[in-house]
Structures are given as C-alpha cells and as structure tokens.
C-alpha cells in the first residue's frame, strides 16, 4: 500500500494564475475519471474511492481510502482498454485496511460521477522533502448536474508530513490560500445527490484502541482541526449558523483536549496564542446567532438585532477566509505530527483516568463554593464542566461503556442547564446594546428562576455520581 499524503486548497482564479507562475508549473495534462460505487454506496460509507482514469491512451485504476485527515492509503494498477480489472488490485490488503470486499461487490459497481480537469504540476525538491505542487482546473459531472474544480493540490512524495505543512503554510499568505480536506470523491457524491454544500460536520470521536497517551493527544487534536476545516467552508458559503456552531464547537473540543492531556506537556502556546487570535470574532458573531434566534422574527428588536448578526457574521468570514485562520490549521496538524510521539509512563487507562480525575476534582470544588444566583460564578462552572464533559466523550472509550453513561448522562444535564442560563445572560447583554433589555427581562426573569431552581437538582445529580474512572467503578 503506498501512503498519500496529501493538502488541497480553494484559491481564487487570479491566485491560480499567480501560483502557476511562481511554482513555474509545467504544461497542461488532461485528465478525466469516472468514480464508481454501489447503489447503496457501500464505498463512499467506507471512505473509500475507487476511480478509473485516462490520462492521454493510458488508463489507471486506484483505490484510495481515508486514514487520518492528511493521509489516505491508496494502491494503483494498469486497467487494459479502459475497463475495471479489480484481480489486478491487491484486494487482500484493500480488504485488511478498508474493511471492503471489492472483489464481492464488483458485479454491483456502476458509475457515479464523473471528473474532467487539466493538471500543472511540477516537482520541488527541498534538503529534507520532495513535494509536487499541481493546479487543477475543470469540472466535476454527475448526470446534468456541473460543479466547477479549482485548486491547488500539494503531494508529499519523499520527507515527512512536517515538510509538506511547513511549505504549505509559507504559500498561505501571499496566494490566499484556503485549506480544504474535502477530496474530489467527497464532492462528486455531493454533485450526484444535489447537495451544493456538506451538512455542518459534528464532532467525530477518532479510534483510540491501544493508543499510547501520546498518540491519543495527536489523534484528537487532528480530529477537532479536521472538524474545524471542514466547517470552515460552510461558513464562507452559507448563511447557516450551525457551521459556526460546529466550527466553534472543534476549537472548543481542541482546548479541552490539550487541558486533559497536560500532563503530557506539550508545547501548546503557539497553538493556544493562535486560538486566541481569533476567538473573540467567531464568539461575537455566534452570540448573534443565538440571540437573534431567541427573539420573535416580527419584532423591532430582531430586526435591529439581524443588522448586528449580519456584520459580525461578516467579520467571522473574514477570519475563516485569511491568513491567519488558515495558517493555524496547518501549524496545528505541524502541532500533531509532533505531539504523535510525546511519551507518558503510564498505560492509556491510567492516564485517562488521571486527566479525568484532575478535571473532575476543579469542578467539584468550584461547584461546591458557587453563588448559583451570580452569573460570572456560573459562567466560570461551565467552562469547567465542558471541558469535563469533551475529555469524556474523548476517553470513554478507554472504560467500560455502562459505568460511563450515568456519569455523562448527569454531566450533560448540568451542562445543558448552565447553557441555558448562560444564553440568558448574553440575551439580557446583547438587548441592553440595543436599548431593549426591558422588553425582554420579564419572561428571562421567570425563565431564569426555573433554571436556576433545576440547576441546584441537576448538580447534586452530578455531585452525587460515581466517577466511571475510579477503581471499582
């Protein structure tokens, strides 16, 4: 199995141009393939592709799967006459690494999609790596349906992964560039469904069997950058809230995972001043989103309340779509490479339930102290108790399932409520910069009241649950 590893990323036409001729790519090759699949799509559900491509007489079969957000396995062989020839494929291997038996499906395999595009591309050769940038322009087809593809492409062909970000992030700034971990596969099933945009991408929890801490950290920390880029684009497309949610959500996941794995000491601070950097933008135009969608649409409030939404949903995009955005997502899957091989003494259970216990233990001893009438004090119990709940969802895995769901069903009902009050608070701070906090505060009062008296219950719940991490759990 060959490993690709590989940075895609959108660029406007003008950048296009100036690419081609700083990377002195070379002469246009043209390429089209056809994408194939079953009528379930039993593929596209393994995150796998299969393709055959002409290039000039020549035809090409591969198959490439998904292994983590920058790396996908792929194997390649001859396909006479332009026909899939899948007993020229090693299936064995395609079959212990994927999960899928193509040798059973190939009777049920049709064409699905269709890609044609003209490829520059060049070879750059660095002390430590040799990387093919390549331009590609064209189109994907998927019956009567056309959806246009520009972008760069960077392959690493020899060093490691360091070395293809490190170059990647010194193009950012001056072409525009705008990391995108979406294949032409991912966007050709889009095209034939009639989808014009991914639906926002929710938390996806990586495997962590017989993960060392350190890999643990890499694997995580990767799965919140691929969350966050891949809500990115929505963002920049579509007037959805829910792709800032989920974008805010992986920073969010991103913190809390490098708070659990402390002990570890990895060197965060670069990664933390970026986050930083462009945290308070992103959160204004999310508590925009929220309080608009609390107020009753026909009301002279919403409409003055929209006004605001729509110019800080502006200044969010332009976050997403700059430099420095984009520059963070590549310095952070830099970040991961080296975290992969930070080492602990401990097996993963141990330190799982180490990092669990020390989150678990500031909680409780804020929660004990806490004024439930000031909201600054809940405020701050919230952040504790969501960065609990993320190193939750992220380590479970490493204990038993039915000592976990007691605990995490409690921790989330606490959460959920603190939530709540939270958006009151922003409600009543938003409708004060518009002169209608008055407008508002009977029905927050009554509302703040029953969720306060239901905090007190939810908490002694929480307080009152076994910790799943403990010995005898």
Aim: aromatic content about 6%.
């Amino acid at each position: 199995m060959a490993l690709e590893r590989e940075l895609k990323f959108r660029l406007s036409a003008r950048a296009a141009a100036r690419v081609a001729r700083a990377l002195a790519l070379g002469a246009a090759e043209r390429l089209a393939s056809i994408y194939y699949d079953t009528p379930d799509l039993e593929l596209r559900r393994a995150r796998v592709a299969l393709r055959l491509r002409r290039s000039g007489r020549r035809w090409l079969q591969t198959v490439k799967c998904d292994l983590s957000p920058l790396a996908r396995g792929e194997w390649e062989s001859e396909a006479p006459a332009g026909r899939l020839d899948l007993a020229r494929l090693p299936l064995a291997e395609i079959r212990e690494t994927s999960g899928i038996d193509l040798g059973a499906l190939a009777a049920r395999l049709a064409p699905k999609f269709e890609t044609r595009f003209a490829r520059r591309s060049a070879e750059l050769h660095f002390d430590d790596a040799t990387i093919e940038p390549a331009l590609d322009r064209g189109m994907l087809l998927a019956g009567k349906r056309r959806a246009s593809i520009l972008e760069l492409e960077l392959e690493l062909k020899t060093g490691e992964p360091r070395a293809l970000l490190c170059y990647a992030r010194s193009l950012v700034g001056p072409f525009g560039l705008q990391l995108a971990l979406e294949s032409k596969a991912e966007r050709g099933y889009r095209l034939a469904q009639g989808g014009a945009l991914p639906p926002p991408r929710k938390w996806q929890a990586p495997g962590l069997a017989n993960a060392t801490p350190g890999v643990a950290l890499a694997e995580l920390a990767g799965a919140a950058l691929a969350q966050a880029c891949a809500n990115a684009a929505g963002v920049l497309a579509s007037d959805d809230p829910e792709y800032l949610h989920q974008l805010r959500v992986a920073l969010r996941r991103l913190r809390a995972t490098l708070s659990a794995f402390r002990a570890l000491e990895p060197k965060v601070q670069g990664l933390k001043r970026r986050l930083r950097s462009f945290s308070r933008p992103l959160g204004a135009a999310r508590d925009w989103d929220v309080f608009v969608a609390s107020l009753p649409k026909g009301s002279a409030l919403a409409a003055r309340a929209r006004v605001r939404q729509r110019k800080t949903r502006i200044a969010a995009r332009a976050v997403v779509a700059g430099a420095a955005f984009n520059d963070f997502l590549l310095y952070g899957f830099e970040w991961v490479e080296r975290a992969r091989w930070q080492s602990s003494s401990l097996p993963m259970a141990e330190f799982a339930a180490a990092a669990l216990e020390r989150l678990h233990g500031k909680a409780v001893k804020l929660g004990e102290r806490i004024d439930w009438q000031a909201p600054r004090e809940r405020h701050a119990l919230r952040i504790r108790v969501k960065r609990l709940r993320y190193a939750c969802d992220s380590l479970a895995a490493c204990f038993a399932a039915a000592a976990v769901q007691p605990y995490l069903a409690a921790l989330e009902a606490l959460q959920d409520n603190l939530g709540e009050l939270n958006d009151m608070a922003l409600e009543r701070r938003l409708a004060a910069e518009l002169d209608g906090a008055a407008v508002l505060e009977p029905r927050l009062a009554r509302r703040e009241r029953a969720a306060i008296a239901r905090l007190s219950r939810d908490w002694a719940a929480f307080a009152e649950r076994w910790p799943f991490w403990r010995s005898g759990s």
